[in-house]
């Protein structure tokens, strides 16, 4: 199975602010990466797929990068409506796998 | 709009068998796949497996010994089943559309395993 592995867990940010999450996978997945945000009660929804194409209705101050086995995900000037959890997910070989998650709170 | 919808039981005792029911909208089942997936305290989000638009299905090997998805598409259904239920899966359930990617997912069903 492929592992993948999010950092930071948490993370504290001012509004405003720039914010990264790191996504590593244990083997190259080629760009089937999707980033999804989960808020409290409520299931995950896709922001971004193919690593780096943006979700039809998804803000622009998301973005994601990345190859090979390194991603990330992008937050430029940080709403509050942006707290959440963030999650990574390949979907380059069965079974297909998620990051640990990373959760964003408003310093 | 495109709406998924997962309904299930709520309350399954250890041993028991599971079964949630998705019901969809907007989209035709032999279009895409469906795939189920969890979110318990112990694993986080695990992909369960998932049906084919042409009916077939894959399952992840962690539960292929006791899980069954099926759908019926004149009804705009897909079937999670899951038997031997233990305590350690007590999660929420959704149902997601997706080939690849899940582009729309369900609400999720809470499902407790307790005697």
């Given at each position: 199975?492929?592992?993948?592995?999010?950092?930071?867990?948490?993370l504290?940010?001012?509004?405003g602010?720039?914010?990264?999450i790191?996504?590593l996978a244990?083997?190259d997945i080629?760009?089937?990466?999707?980033?999804?945000?989960q808020k409290?009660?409520?299931?995950p929804q896709?922001?971004?797929?193919?690593?780096?194409?943006l979700?039809?209705?998804?803000p622009s101050r998301?973005?994601?990068?990345g190859?090979?086995?390194?991603?990330?995900?992008k937050i430029?000037?940080?709403?509050?409506?942006?707290?959440?959890t963030?999650f990574?997910q390949q979907?380059n070989?069965?079974?297909?796998?998620?990051?640990g998650?990373t959760k964003?709170?408003?310093? | 709009?495109?709406q998924?919808?997962?309904t299930?039981?709520?309350l399954v005792?250890?041993t028991?068998?599971l079964s949630?029911?998705?019901?969809?909208?907007?989209?035709?089942l032999?279009s895409?796949?469906?795939?189920?997936?969890r979110?318990?305290p112990g694993?986080?989000l695990?992909?369960?497996?998932f049906?084919?638009?042409?009916?077939?299905?894959?399952?992840?090997?962690?539960?292929?010994?006791?899980l069954?998805i099926?759908?019926d598409?004149?009804?705009?259904?897909?079937?999670?089943?899951?038997?031997?239920?233990?305590t350690e899966d007590?999660g929420?359930?959704?149902c997601?559309?997706a080939h690849?990617?899940?582009?729309?997912w369900?609400?999720g069903?809470?499902?407790?395993?307790?005697s």
């Open positions: 199975d492929i592992r993948m592995t999010q950092s930071p867990a948490s504290s940010a001012s509004l602010e720039t914010v990264n790191e996504c244990s083997e080629y760009s089937d990466l999707a980033w999804y945000q409290p009660g409520k299931s896709l922001l971004i797929y193919n690593a780096n194409s979700q039809n209705g998804v998301f973005s994601g990068s190859s090979g086995t390194q991603y990330s995900l430029n000037s940080l709403q509050s409506e942006d707290v959440a963030y990574c979907y070989n069965y079974p297909r796998t998620f990051g998650g964003l709170e408003l310093k | 709009q495109v998924l919808k997962e299930g039981p709520g005792q250890p028991q068998t949630i029911t998705c019901t969809v909208s907007g989209f035709s032999t895409y796949y469906m795939q189920w997936v979110q318990t694993k986080g695990e992909w369960m497996g049906i084919r638009s042409g009916g077939s299905t894959e399952y992840n090997s962690e539960f292929k010994s006791r069954s099926s759908r598409t004149s009804k705009n259904q897909v079937f999670l089943k899951m038997n031997s239920l233990k007590t929420v359930y959704y997601a559309r690849w990617y899940f582009d729309f369900g609400p069903t809470m499902v407790t395993v307790s």
